[in-house]
């Protein structure tokens, strides 16, 4: 995980774009609050990285990152980091709607890209976030999201992570402005994710 860490928040450098603040704060969508984590070492005027960790299919943003860890690691590398909760289905589980592949059961057809989206965006109204230094990291359903939003924004996703998760099922229906940094991590016993 170190080593991930590492990787993600030494990509690029650019200008801060956002007005700054310090601590801690929560974001509402209209969905709930989502916490987004400032570290202490963060400094106004100098754009940090911002990291987005997607929980697997029934999860929650807090145990995910309960199980990835990634938070004594702020200080550290100086990211910015949140771990959003996607939207319950009719079974009562989370999910997000990643790809073709997984994992919209309900067909709700709700755009979780065009949500996120507008999650970093109001993160960086708060603070000073490098805007080619935003890092998707996604497990198992918050693997396909993080894909998705590689095929779907380009333009602004630096790198997706994904550890059991996948591309779209037509890969037709990927296809990305430019290039972007991918991890994928899959275990070959995998029996729910091939």
Known sequence: LSRLIVSLSGLLLTA??????????????????????????????????????????SGSGAWQEFYMGFRPYQEEYGFIFTYPDGLTNSAGYRYWNGTDACCDFDNSGVDDAAYLEELVNAIRQ??????????????????????????????????????????????AMCAPSEPVHVLQIHGTDDSTIS
């Open 16 to 57: 801060p774009i956002a007005l700054a603040c310090s601590g801690d704060f929560t974001v509402d969508l209209g969905r709930g609050p989502v916490t987004v984590h400032v570290p202490d070492i963060y400094q106004a005027g100098t754009a940090a990285p911002l990291i987005v960790l997607l929980h697997g299919y």
């Open 126 to 171: 708060q603070v000073d976030i490098d805007p080619r230094r935003i890092h998707f990291v996604g497990h198992s359903n918050g693997g396909f999201m993080a894909y998705r939003m590689a095929c779907e924004h380009a333009d602004w996703v630096a790198s997706v992570a994904g550890l059991a998760g996948a591309t779209f099922k037509n890969r």
